[in-house]
């Protein structure tokens, strides 16, 4: 059972309806209050803590509240889905996921799994060009770079230069030290890896 709907998309008149829900929302929630103030009343404040704010509900509703009002935006605040629609919001607010937002969620993992291969793909074509030393292994590592440029734009094709921008990197790691804890040593990173390995004693 639920109060109608907000009274406009303005954040006050959401947030006066989501607590009109916790005041009249199911009869479990509202019979978990009334076992909750009684709890309070005897001395019993943890079970009337559990019984006042169960845990979920008020993620729940802080969650609901946040895609109402804000959306979803990326990790570095770029823009992402557009605010929850009402009828939405009261879906999210029983802890169920809209429509829209599973489509968003799903979209979204896809592309960073999809990014995430492409990286995959174009660190190891840099990686096996940059470590080949004979005409075999330039080979291979000159078919991992047309695979991965294939069907690719201008812009996101490895090119000659980042190819041997990878190679002198390596052999700039290889005159400085190779690499230690599982990164290749630089100017810029030595000092800090060698003061760790020291410390721990490994490699």
Do not use: C, H
């Not at 489509?103 to 291969?117: H, V």
């Amino acid at each position: 059972m639920t109060f109608g709907e907000p009274e406009g998309d303005r954040p006050d008149s959401l947030r006066n309806w989501l607590l009109g829900e916790i005041a009249g929302a199911p009869a479990g929630l509202l019979v978990d209050t009334v076992d909750g103030a009684q709890s309070l009343f005897k001395g019993d404040l943890e079970k009337a803590f559990e019984k006042l704010f169960p845990a979920k509900a008020v993620a729940d509703l802080a969650k609901t509240y946040r895609l109402a009002t804000e959306g979803k935006t990326g990790r570095g605040g770029e823009p992402g889905m557009a605010p929850l629609s009402p009828v939405e919001a009261g879906v999210q607010a029983f802890g169920f996921k809209p429509g829209r937002v599973a489509q968003y969620d799903t979209a979204a993992w896809g592309a960073r799994k999809a990014l995430r291969e492409e990286g995959k793909g174009r660190r190891e074509a840099l990686d096996a060009y940059s470590a080949a030393t004979t005409s075999a292994e330039r080979a291979r590592a000159m078919k991992l770079v047309s695979a991965y440029n294939e069907g690719k734009s201008p812009d996101e094709k490895i090119t000659s230069k980042q190819l041997a921008g990878a190679r002198r990197r390596r052999e700039e790691a290889g005159r400085l030290g190779g690499s230690m804890l599982g990164q290749r040593v630089t100017d810029r990173n030595r000092a800090i890896l060698k003061q760790f390995s020291e410390t721990y004693g490994v490699q």
